[in-house]
């Protein structure tokens, strides 16, 4: 990664600060925004922002992204994705995702229904899965804990190995930060997890197709 890693013998640890998210309705109780810039090998690609409100005991978590890959200035790859999602005591209630994958449009959603988990739009159209599910909910460190996660954007409820790595120094924001490192292996889904010692989540690298390392850095 253009991880900027730093030895574990630096001396000094510095707060970081996660930017405040923009005003909210009265109705809705702002609890947190990361904005991170995507980059494809060292090339910057793209942004992807993630936003958490509240609304009485309901969390409601949108996530925006759009990444352009050009060579020679013409564009090789396009990919735009937007997903709500609603929350509640770390339970899935429902979400719903939009995806333009080069040109592929896909949308899934799902919601819960009664002792069952229900997604629509995708292969797995109207399975029903367990009635308390988790998504990967990078902003919650309590996903490494589950051993299926859904993929909101397949639609997929996938087997996950969490393994956690030893503690490192991540460079953020320009400055070093104590971070623990978790590795996130899947169907079709290989990445690296960064968080602070307050659980923050810092930072985030996957493998993709052909080897190349996209990796999420907050701006």
Same mark, same amino acid.
């Given at each position: 990664?253009?991880?900027?890693?730093?030895? !574990?013998?630096?001396?000094?640890?510095?707060? !970081?600060?996660?930017?405040?998210?923009?005003?909210?309705?009265?109705?809705? @109780?702002? !609890?947190?925004?990361?904005?991170?810039?995507? =980059?494809?090998?060292?090339?910057?690609?793209?942004?992807?922002?993630?936003?958490?409100? $509240?609304? #009485?005991?309901?969390?409601?978590?949108?996530?925006?992204?759009?990444?352009?890959? $050009?060579?020679?200035? +013409?564009?090789? *790859?396009? *990919?735009?994705?937007?997903?709500?999602?609603?929350?509640?005591?770390?339970?899935?209630?429902? =979400?719903?995702?939009?995806?333009?994958?080069?040109?592929?449009?896909?949308?899934?959603?799902?919601?819960? /229904? #009664?002792?069952?988990?229900?997604?629509?739009?995708?292969?797995?159209?109207?399975?029903?899965?367990?009635?308390? +599910?988790?998504?990967? @909910?990078?902003?919650?460190?309590? =996903?490494?804990?589950?051993? $299926?996660?859904?993929?909101?954007?397949?639609?997929?409820?996938?087997?996950?190995?969490?393994?956690?790595?030893?503690?490192?120094? !991540?460079?953020?924001?320009?400055?070093?930060? @104590?971070?623990?490192? =978790?590795? %996130?292996?899947?169907?079709?889904?290989?990445?690296?997890?960064?968080?602070?010692? /307050?659980?923050?989540?810092?930072?985030?690298?996957? +493998? @993709?197709?052909? #080897?190349? %390392? +996209? $990796?999420?850095?907050?701006?």
């Amino acid at each position: 990664m253009r991880r900027k890693l730093i030895s !574990l013998t630096m001396v000094g640890l510095f707060v !970081l600060t996660i930017a405040m998210p923009a005003p909210a309705p009265a109705s809705e @109780a702002a !609890l947190d925004r990361w904005d991170f810039d995507v =980059f494809l090998n060292d090339k910057k690609v793209g942004k992807h922002s993630y936003e958490i409100t $509240r609304s #009485g005991d309901t969390e409601q978590v949108r996530s925006v992204a759009d990444f352009e890959y $050009r060579i020679l200035f +013409i564009p090789a *790859y396009r *990919y735009e994705h937007s997903n709500s999602e609603q929350w509640s005591n770390d339970c899935l209630l429902g =979400f719903e995702a939009k995806t333009n994958a080069n040109g592929k449009y896909t949308q899934v959603s799902g919601r819960q /229904d #009664g002792d069952y988990f229900t997604v629509q739009g995708s292969d797995r159209s109207n399975e029903q899965l367990p009635e308390c +599910i988790m998504s990967f @909910a990078y902003w919650n460190p309590d =996903f490494l804990d589950q051993s $299926r996660l859904l993929n909101p954007q397949t639609g997929e409820y996938v087997d996950v190995t969490v393994e956690r790595l030893p503690e490192e120094m !991540l460079e953020v924001r320009g400055q070093p930060v @104590a971070a623990t490192r =978790f590795r %996130v292996t899947a169907y079709g889904v290989d990445l690296m997890l960064w968080y602070s010692s /307050d659980n923050r989540w810092l930072a985030l690298e996957s +493998i @993709a197709k052909g #080897g190349h %390392v +996209i $990796r999420y850095e907050l701006s």
